[in-house]
């Protein structure tokens, strides 16, 4: 599966906009990580690219929460929306919008985008009975719901009655033309089981969903009737189409559809699906634009086997996760140990021992020792060896031939663990080739020649993987490039840009003969499992 457009040079990806009733989650962070990743990738692949993120603040989640703790709910938004921003920070997470639903200008397009499809003919008034998980901000079935009126994802929460006129979006005028999209473009939804549950629900019939609410203040007003206000999912997509505004440029739908819709990729968890692969297009059908690239959605993470939540008072705090191990080690076990879009569990004695045995061992110790072999051997230089004199066999080079490409093709796919796992089987077969050629003894029996052409295999070949991992762990491939004699630093987007194309970059050879090595550090320090985050 690939479906990114390769031949046009921008590229767009957005988050979910979280909700800010709470402090950011660690299902936030684990998406937020993705997502980023993907936007570093396309970045180092030459592309223009915009990452959206951002906090999803109407509602009555958040009307309540803020009741709750005596605050308006605009101040309870002012207060909980740092707190994403400087997790995000620190994190690495470089997006480049972040859009809050409370701002002025959402309001303009949320409204110019409503009236388009009331003059589709789209929008009615009529009366809505039913069960709501406030949680949720859904309706649910009732043969969805738990024993005892609860919703099946909130277990800790009974659903509410609803009776109350509402205005509806007719829904069910799209299905003909949802399935004919599902058929047309098939990777529209990913992974594929995702995908078959959207075609099971919308070939089962497609029912008109409610879009405003009458008891509900903290919400947009809808424009031809302010008694009632924006059901808070109708508004919060739409946070998409805002936040590609320009800073400066007037909030209209032209100005913000102009340049970056439709977005290339919205990344979202399992749970928000029907709401992004359904409700979504058909919208943006009724108001005559063109449907999003592609939805992926993932798995749901679990700690120590069992479901995260409040009541089960195992909840992982991201921002106690990253204050103690730092951003590239909490990046790379999301990203490596759970495969995308599968459920993935943590495990504080398992992450620890991933980043050992991977970081700490096989990629740093061994950065570590050839360069310091480097230093001893070849004067602080990296070896005077021109690649196309190392022979073809050389097993290094042979491994790399075509491996910038395959690691290109699973970050397409949103395969980080497949992408990171290829590039390990270069880092240790880099392990196995100093071991079998042993460079302190080629030394000793005066083959200085083969002992240049080992180390410059191997420290090119860590150069590679640092590459091709970039993405995920910004600072250790930084220190990494440091270290083999480059000035470059990962988290800044001009300088990778200005790095060279991934074509040029993702080959085997890139390491300029006699560069002035660097300073040797330890990329990754070991970790040891002193005392567990607190839950
Ligand atoms: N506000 C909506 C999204 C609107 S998008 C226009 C929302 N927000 S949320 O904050 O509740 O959830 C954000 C994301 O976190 C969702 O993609 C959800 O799947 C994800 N996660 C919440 N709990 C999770 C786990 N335990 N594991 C992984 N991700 C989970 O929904």
Redesign the pocket.
Known sequence: MKSTDTTKNTFAI??????V?DLP????A??TIAVDAVARFQRLRGKSVLMVTG??EHGQKIQRTAESLGRSPQAHCDLVVPGFESLWQQLDIKYDRFIRTTARRHEYIVKEFFQRAWDAGDIYLSRQQGWYCVS??EFKEERELLPRNRCPIHASKEVEWRDEENYFFRLSRYQEQLLALYAERPDFIAPESRRNEVLSFVNSGLQDFSISRVNVEWGLPVPTDPNHTIY??FD??L??VTALLDPDSDPTLENALSKWWPVDLHA?????LR??AVYWPAMLMSAGLPVPGRIF??????KDGK??GKTEGNILDPVALVNKYGPDAVRYYFLKEIEFGQ?GDFSETRFINILNAELANDLGNLLNRTLNMARKYCGGRVPNVAVENISGDNILKEMSRDLGDRVADFYEELAFSKACETVLTLVRAGNKFIDDRAPWSLYKQGQLESVEQVLYSVLESVRLASYLLAPIIPNISSAIYRQLGFSIDFNDKVAVDNLGNFATQSVWGVLPAQQVLGEVQPVFKRLELLETLPS
């Open positions: 957005t988050t979910p906009l979280y909700y009733n989650h660690v299902g936030s684990y998406t906090t999803d949720c901000e808070v999912w919060a997509l946070g998409y979202i968890g399992k749970d928000i709401f992004h959605a993932h798995g749901f993470l679990t479901k995260m459920d």
